[in-house]
């Protein structure tokens, strides 16, 4: 049986197949083919509406038809991740899987070469998986089905180019990119680990854009893509129990030139766990509080106080727990959640007006990992 393949990264209860389709390439090394094909079906109160009517309070969606093509072995590497994928977070709309491929990352979220220099040192160029916080991008990566609140603030993919170093307990990794999908390489992210033991591993990550960019999309709020972002990880991992808190600090500047009226900041806390009852058999949980603040701008009309939550000023606390089952290939898994915001602004809440403050969602998803 081959080595199990390192990408996609694999952080929660699923386990990728642990033997894909593999094909010897000489000297091209060996070229690995693997995927996932997975669905979602959710119910949730106090809906936020998206620009497709069918938005509701139930839905049935494809989280995920991709299919990861790469090479190992070698110096020179490639990895390329294609498909169709939902992103599913708590206290946000949620788009479906057309939509949000067309709308964020294309059909080609990820792909890019490497170079792996030495055994200690490679560097990956392309679109990039972010080097920033807990919790990857698509939901077979995760404990939980869908992300959580401090998720939302961080980038997810990103062009550019990345430097890993790995020597005994210590790895980093440095990347010059483009922040939240903006097409200009401003921003600098960078992640520290030590394994302090085979159960302990703390990680610290600083990341920030270093000019100003002006552009706004779906993928690139313009607050949040002109922050900086820090992370502090613990992992505790023994046995069947992984625990994982972690903390984020992110502030943005004002700038009125890009549109940005006044400074804003977040704070947030988070606890990730998972215990693993049998080989098929598993749960996860995560909870987490999030608060938004910064300078009032009164009734100045020139002046927009800066959102990075649910209004200037507001805070927001969620619960989640999953728990998974898995055959093999096979896998199904089911989700609770609660998210409640507190200080909430008018217009920025839950709900088809915007004026609620909690919503409760159940989740299931299930597919294969080939």
Request: hydrophobic content about 40%; aromatic content about 12%.
């Amino acid at each position: 049986m081959a080595e199990p393949l390192q990408t996609p990264a694999f952080g929660g209860l699923l386990k990728a197949n642990d033997n894909p389709f593999t094909l010897d390439a000489g000297g091209l090394g060996q070229f690995h083919i693997s995927g996932q094909l997975t669905g979602l079906a959710f119910r949730q109160t106090n809906a936020i509406p998206y620009s497709r009517p069918t938005n509701t309070g139930s839905l049935a969606d494809i989280s995920n038809a991709q299919i990861q093509v790469q090479t190992t072995g070698t110096p020179i590497q490639f990895y390329v991740q294609g498909g169709l994928y939902a992103l599913p977070s708590l206290g946000a709309s949620y788009m479906r899987a057309v939509d949000a491929t067309d709308k964020l990352y294309g059909p080609v979220p990820i792909a890019y070469g490497k170079l792996q220099a030495t055994p200690e040192l490679s560097i990956q160029a392309g679109l990039l998986q972010t080097l920033i916080g807990a919790e990857s991008t698509f939901t077979f990566q995760n404990m939980n089905i869908a992300r959580g609140l401090l998720w939302n603030q961080e980038p997810a993919i990103s062009r550019g180019v990345q430097a890993n170093y790995t020597k005994g307990s210590f790895s980093a990794s440095i990347s010059l990119n483009d922040g939240f999908y903006s097409g200009k390489l401003n921003w600098i992210s960078a992640l520290a680990s030590w394994t302090i033991s085979p159960a302990h591993t703390i990680s610290v990550v600083a990341a920030g854009n270093l000019g100003e960019t002006a552009r706004t999309s779906l993928a690139t709020p313009l607050a949040q893509n002109n922050s900086s972002i820090f992370n502090l990880i613990y992992a505790y991992s023994s046995g069947p129990l992984t625990v994982s808190p972690y903390l984020q600090y992110t502030r943005v500047s004002a700038n009125r030139a890009i549109g940005v009226s006044r400074t804003a900041e977040t704070f947030g806390a988070a606890l990730l766990a998972r215990y693993t009852f049998t080989d098929t058999f598993s749960l996860a949980g995560r909870a987490e509080y999030i608060t938004s603040w910064g300078a009032d701008c009164g009734i100045r009309p020139e002046c927009a106080p800066t959102n990075l939550l649910y209004g200037p000023g507001s805070r927001a606390w969620s619960l989640t727990i999953t728990p998974t089952y898995q055959h093999g290939v096979f896998f199904a898994r089911a989700e609770a959640s609660y998210t409640r915001i507190d200080g909430m602004e008018d217009g920025y809440g839950f709900g088809r007006n915007f004026d609620r403050r909690d919503q409760a969602r159940g989740m299931i998803e299930a597919g294969v990992l080939f």
